[in-house]
């Protein structure tokens, strides 16, 4: 069984330890002797593979997590003008839900779903509509989700029009992050659920938030699989050598050890390493060309340039000069990733047990010249690459899994993100209030 550890007030629950030490000298990361898992609280223990494989488990996450979390669904760039909406499939609910910005200005959310018969309203992906309109018989609301329009409203018995707008899903925002939470009163608002993370990543200023390119696909296995494996990186020299290995393991750190980790209450961050050596030789022109746009650190860095996220406190918190990038993840199921020159993010959507859609984003600017073009191909298929090489271990690992040969898995300490939030699962799927789930 997993313990959970002491909570601590919700102002001083912010963690900040280091794997490697401080005090003008650092040691080498392979060297460290110390637990920093241990030292924060958690379990050392192995944990089980039951988590990620038993039914019942995924039926109590269904209902105490899914249900009960403030679920972030997308950037406020993406419907910028009244009118400009997207939808958002929730299938671990069979949900359909608007995600619209009214008239008013305001941001709303609606199950998209007609009050007349309960037809799906909208089918399109994204767009900007005045008026969603049930394409069955027609039913009309406007984009605030009141009822506007019935034909032959005279046929109808009793028909109060007030009552039958599109049903509001409760949503919120922070920091231009969209947030919805499905249950039919959310026991706790987003600044209590964000905790101490809503201040630690308060005032980011995000780059190029308005473009993104999107890589999506469904994974077959567990949501939690998923998301732990790019929540570690214990795995890169191992099946990324080529794609990823040179930037982020090196002589100096060959298993890519975090440079540290940060606990946010329910949420998680660490800070990762970069091997600065990682350089194309100096006659390779185009390589070098290419490589300006920083590989998988940015899509359009030209040469030492950077951005004032590096400033913000909390990235890279200990201002590594060696540092690569913040994994921030957010409970459940959503990963905000920063580097010195671009921000993207995860998300993992479980569809059953055992499937989970994936959808990734990376913000950069958009190219000027073909140059900047050709540089952000060649950062794409780069990451692609990447990915084709996680994929096929994340599915083999669920099946691995579900043969039951192994009753545990076990974390080391470059997993401390993915036992964090394990222990965070096992906390929310026992805990019978959020506040509980919180404490
Ligand atoms: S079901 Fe939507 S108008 Fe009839
Ligand atoms: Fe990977």
Sequence with gaps: MVSSRTAEPQATNTHVLQLRCAGGHMNHPSEVKVSLTGSIGLSTEPMPTSLYTDPTQYERERERIFRRAWLMVGRVERIPKPGDFFVKDLAIFKASVIVARSDDGKIRAFHNVCSHRANIVEHRPSGNAKRFVCRYHSWGYNNEGDLAHVPDEAAFFHLDKRKCGLTPVAVDVWEGWIFINTAPVPEVGLTEFLGPVADALAGIDYPNPDNAIVLRGEFKANWKAVAENFSEIYHIASIHPKTFGPIYTGKANPFGRPLSANLYGIHRSFSLWLNQENQPPENAKVTRWLYAAGHTVTGTRKGTETNSIVEHKSVNPQKFAEWSQDVNWFFPNWHLQISANQFWTHEFWPTSANTTLWEARFYNKKPGSVRERLQLEHFTAHITDGMLE??????????????????????????????????????????????????
């Design 390 to 439: 996680d994929l096929g271990n994340i599915e083999s690992m669920q099946v691995g899994m579900e043969t039951g040969a192994k009753p545990f898995v076990h974390f080391n300490e470059s997993e401390i993100l993915c036992r964090h939030g394990l222990e965070q699962v096992v906390k929310w799927t026992s805990a019978t209030s959020v506040k509980d789930a919180l404490g």
